[in-house]
């Protein structure tokens, strides 16, 4: 592993709203880094193997999508325009068709398309998650993989043994960069005595569950139907908090779910663009933030976005609550940065690893090309890392102090070969 050293370079290290280091340097050693500051001595500019000149670059945590399903990259542009449980309906059509090869060069196309708009790490949700993990492994990405449970006809146990069995293969795996966890898809789709079962594995496994909570005002109505009370009251009721709990949406929330999300410390997956493309509503963001429950951001998967562009997913996150709150001060540039980057790690339970650029931290970065005319003059790195930052402007993309993505060539994939092949899983499972 290479010791690695940024200089000349604009760190926004995202500890603190005005902690931007100008003309600064990153020294990176076995994958961590050593040492940041205004100026390099001698001695880290003679240990460094590679130099990076960062002039015009600025220096950022890795993006974080909190919440994605990488595979769904081949159903891109399919059942657009449709209500979740009719976009959902079609979706399972074609998913019932997908081999372990379909979801593994899929899969391989987000990674391409993440290290490229300069996202480090995904907390990723499918089946056949194996195939994912491979994939993380030759991408070099950092990722939270778990394979979703939708209980059918009375299997939901054999389909959680083999859950436990994938965590058991792949945690820790990667040089560490796989963490994998347990998930039921969503309230709506799994029992809640097979959701108990599924504590009990995670507090035998000690991992964090991943799933989907409160996403539309319809599916919160069944569970008041099936269960007489909402979904995260129920969640709570039978212990799902307990463990750490990462979930996506949380867009229709009472006053006694906040309550409960705030005590549990859950992280809670905002996915902006994903909730506006199917109607799902407006997830009170700036209610919960200030009520101090953890909040991070992802993409959902390309079949209701259709982008894994975090860049993109910040500027959605921030003008979504200004414009619903008709308040500009809403959702400020560094809260919004913080979503992507520090508060995200926090909400998927790696914060002592990633998620700000301090000394004793993973080196996973991201390294932005600000000399482009949308970001002239550049009298605001935060707000431009917002408002006017394109996913082209990133220039390098950084995990484990390995450099991943460098101006337009992803270092660890063959780009070409993955999008030869998701046009022939297309082919296959669409007809050409
Ligand atoms: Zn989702």
Redesign the pocket.
């Known amino acids: 592993m290479e010791n690695l050293l940024i200089k000349n370079v604009s760190v926004v290290p995202m500890t603190h709203a005005d902690a931007v280091i100008q003309n600064g340097y990153i020294y990176i050693e076995k994958g961590v880094i050593n040492a940041l500051g205004s100026a390099p001595n001698h001695t880290l500019v003679e240990k460094a193997d590679r130099v990076i000149d960062g002039e015009h670059l600025v220096a950022m945590p890795g993006l974080i999508n909190g919440?994605?399903?990488t595979p769904m990259s081949v159903l891109r542009g399919y059942a657009g325009d449709l209500p979740l449980q009719q976009w959902l309906q079609e979706i399972w059509k074609i998913e019932a068709k997908m081999s372990s090869e379909d979801i593994y060069w899929a899969a391989m196309l987000s990674m391409v398309e993440m290290l490229k708009s300069g996202t480090t790490t995904f907390g990723d949700?499918y089946y056949g998650m194996d195939k994912v993990a491979e994939g993380v492994q030759a991408s070099g990405m950092r990722a939270l993989l778990t394979q979703g449970i939708i209980e059918q006809d009375g299997h939901g146990e054999d389909v959680l043994a083999e859950c436990v069995d994938f965590v058991k293969r792949w945690h820790g795996k990667a040089e560490g960069r796989i963490q994998a966890i347990l998930s039921p898809h969503a309230p709506y789709t799994c029992s809640p005595q097979l959701i108990e079962k599924l504590v009990e594995a995670a507090h035998d496994l000690d991992c964090s569950i991943h799933t989907?909570l409160n996403?539309t005002r319809g599916k919160i109505d069944t569970i008041i139907e099936r269960y007489g009370k909402r979904p995260i009251v129920l969640m709570d009721e039978i212990g799902l908090f307990s463990r750490h709990v990462i979930a996506?949406?949380g867009v229709h929330v009472s006053e006694e779910e906040l309550e409960i999300l705030a005590r549990s410390q859950a992280g809670i997956i905002h996915?902006p663009k994903?909730n506006m493309k199917l109607g799902s509503g407006i997830a009170p963001i700036a209610d919960m933030l200030e009520r101090g429950i953890v909040v991070g951001l992802?993409t959902?998967?390309s079949a209701?976005n259709n982008v894994l562009d975090m860049f993109e997913e910040m500027r959605f996150a921030s003008f979504l609550q200004k414009v619903h709150l008709e308040d500009p001060t809403a959702l400020s540039a560094y809260e919004t940065l913080k979503l992507g980057t520090a508060l995200g790690a926090q909400a998927l339970g790696i914060e002592s690893e990633i998620g700000t650029l301090e000394v004793g931290k993973k080196a996973d970065l991201t390294l932005v090309n600000v000399d482009r005319t949308h970001a002239l003059p550049l009298n605001d790195i935060l707000s431009h890392l917002i408002y006017s930052a394109k996913a082209d402007d990133v220039d390098y993309t950084i995990v484990n102090g390995r450099v991943l993505y460098e101006k337009g060539h992803v270092v660890t994939l063959d780009e070409e070969k993955i999008k030869w092949h998701v046009l022939e899983s297309k082919n296959k499972l669409f007809g050409s």
């Open positions: 919440h994605t399903h949700m989907h996403e996506a949406h996915n994903s992802g959902d998967g209701s």
